[in-house]
Nanobody, 127 residues
Framework: QVQLVESGGGLVQAGGSLRLSCAASGRTFSTYAMGWFRQAPGKEREFVAAISWSGSNIHYADSVKGRFTISRDNAENTVYLQMNSLKPEDTAVYYC????????????????????WGQGTQVTVSS
């Protein structure tokens, strides 16, 4: 099992940047594919970014491509989401998620394929 704790959320003006962190417990973090999802008020949870356990395979939602960067440090059991050029429509609760990687290349854009979730961190972008 793995437990996930997000941090780094907050209030930022449009055009600003934030870096989210997701710290994982457990000694097998390096074998988990990781994802970031977000949920805005009144909307369904949506995919943001995902990274394979090896870091060799990365995917982004079209809405964040070119602005957000996902990365991981397996030695620190942490996955990051660097968010630049933030827009008011990026306002949401951001969640990190983990799932046992089926291969070093495995990732998923689908939330129900992830078995472990953090509690979420609020990101608010003001216009």
């Amino acid at each position: 099992q793995v437990q996930l704790v997000e941090s780094g959320g907050g209030l930022v003006q449009a055009g600003g940047s934030l870096r989210l962190s997701c710290a994982a417990s457990g000694r097998t973090f390096s074998t988990y594919a990781m994802g970031w999802f977000r949920q805005a008020p009144g909307k369904e949870r949506e995919f943001v970014a995902a990274i394979s356990w090896s870091g060799s395979n990365i995917h982004y939602a079209d809405s964040v491509k070119g602005r957000f960067t996902i990365s991981r440090d397996n030695a620190e059991n942490t996955v990051y989401l660097q968010m630049n050029s933030l827009k008011p429509e990026d306002t949401a609760v951001y969640y990190c998620a983990a799932e046992t990687g089926r291969s070093s290349y495995y990732t998923s854009r689908v939330d129900y394929e992830y078995g472990y979730w953090g509690q979420g961190t609020q990101v608010t972008v003001s216009s």
